[in-house]
């Protein structure tokens, strides 16, 4: 295809689809081939969740032991499932693959930022053994944590696979992180190695990595392993007896490393999570229940056929979803998946729709901030370039309002593809709520259902259930790839999760203890759940209640706006003002006309009460390192506050950019 870029008008009415509240059946073409084309499966689960779940782990996992009890939950809510059963996560991931005849098939099309690479599953197969190896000769086995603080590139694959090989749990630090985060996931951790590389790549320039630590960890004694992966050619001084480069090291580590039988529950990995709140935990999975969710999910709610499709999930390893979707769930399944090193803007705007041209890419998932990012810099670039190979989309993240999912329905899958709106979090291990793409109608904003063998619910203070209003979002029954535990925070674990609605437990009204969300949400006359985002970033104005995902899904409903985010300013006498960060479309500049348009949209929908007190025009939104809006920080800046920490943010030069705009835009 060549370049033709968009007119106007087009764009405006590609903008305006799926604006109303409708259902959309999946395509006939995608049903007719789905793995699940009926509803029957929901039932099934219904029937009998223990069973069902047993049933799912035993056809997609290889045991070397069977387990004796399915679910123990005497110890509530420290649960645990497939009691007794034994296994390897590397040997369902790697080797039986090999051992089945497909080795040659790739596992990962690998698209670095300088090079390119195939990296097949008996590559897999003989680099885990090897770094399984490495690690063994240091000292370091069962139980052991070992730290990866690695860019995106096959050998972050290698070195959790081999540590899964060898039942060390692995803790990734996203290589973006600071030194300073770094050291404080070892102490805490009492990591006993770090696989970390010289360099990582950013935007074509190489920026230090092992140099940049060294300083930060000389002095953690437990710390006796540091394994370097040479990748920009980056000088990093080595010190002696604990650093090894990982290429010698593999030159003389011998081949063969047989696979650990471990426990069900054995920790497969801790990783952390910021959450909304300040102090971050440290998530504790499991590895028999864990597999069990990410592997059904892979197979049906991305409808995966292993020998056709090519799986691209954008997620880095650093966050859950690259655990769960780019590692694990695909690898389980004896997937071919897309890894891509780098940003969705280098070395230009269209790389990613390059990406899926080049490797055919069947099936994309990534997230709303990556959606509005393409979809601010317009149809150009997604048009340039051949994407007929796509069949389903999917998101995660955050909330998706429904222009940006008419726009990624569109643009991207050319009216063909059926779009999974993903409902999960890290401690959920996968996904919880979605729509099953060969089963369910999607709604552009909702998320859809929950999955079979899940009981998520909304409920009100006292824990009774809500329908058509904004509440609580609960998980009524433990499901397997739950989190297990907060690293040595039993405690905490007990209370951030099942303190919220321990009462009703007691009184006997829910049958199992209750996981509390900390998600707002509300379902529909047809049981679909609309996330509403963080119950801290609940709007109240005089009284009425909106969610921060209503007022951003009117006000980017609007033709001109890329992205927003709305916040409650705090009011003397409403509660809260309304306002709204506002991201336009490429080239377009805000004013009092498009400010009381956008108004209009969100009275339209919500009322007058809703309607902002203020809109602030702005080039960019404050972001985690993981893409999530940071509304705590807009509040902040709305309501002249100390900013306090902000070293979760990805940018923060953001950060003068808004405070600048909100002084200088009067109300
Ligand atoms: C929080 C969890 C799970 C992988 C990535 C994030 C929000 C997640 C959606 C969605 C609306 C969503 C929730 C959730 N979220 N997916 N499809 N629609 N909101 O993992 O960093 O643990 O974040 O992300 O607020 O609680 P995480």
Redo the contacts with the bound molecule.
Sequence with gaps: MTGRPAPPATAVAVDTLFEVDQLLEPPRAFREQAKISDDSVYDEAERDFRGWWARQAEKLLDWVEPWHTVLDDTDAPFYRWFVGGKLNACYNCVDRHVAAGRGERVAFHWRGEKETREVTYADLYRDTQRLANVLKARGIGKGDVVAIHLPLVPEAAVAMLACARIGAPHNVVFAGFSPHALREQLVFSEARAVITADGVWRDGRAVPLKARINEHIADLDGLRTVVVLRHTGTPAEMCEGRDIWWDEAFATAPPDCPCEPLDAEHPLFTLY?SGSTAKPKVVVHSTGGYLTGVGWTTQNVFDLRPDRDVFWCTADVG???GHSYVIYGPLLSGATSVMFEGSPDHPHRGVWWETVERYRVTILYTAPTAINAFLGWGEEHPSRHDLSSLRLLG?????LTPKAWGWYHTVIGGSRCPIV???????TGCIMITTLPGVMASKPGS?GRPLPGIHVDVVDEEGDPVRGEYGYLVIKRPWPAMLRNLHKQGDRYRQTYFGRFEEQTYLGRFEERTYY???SALVDEDGYFW?G??VDDVINVGGRRFAASQVESAIASHPGVAECAAIGQRHETTGHAICGFVVLRQSLAGGPELERQLGDRVAERLGETARPARIVWTASLPKTR?GKIMRRLLRDIAEGRDLGDVSALRDPDVIDELEQAFSEQPA
């Design positions: 999570t966050w859950v979803t998101s995660v993240g955050e909330p709106d993903t409902w999960w979090q890290t401690e998320a969300v900390g998600d996330i985002g963080r993981s």
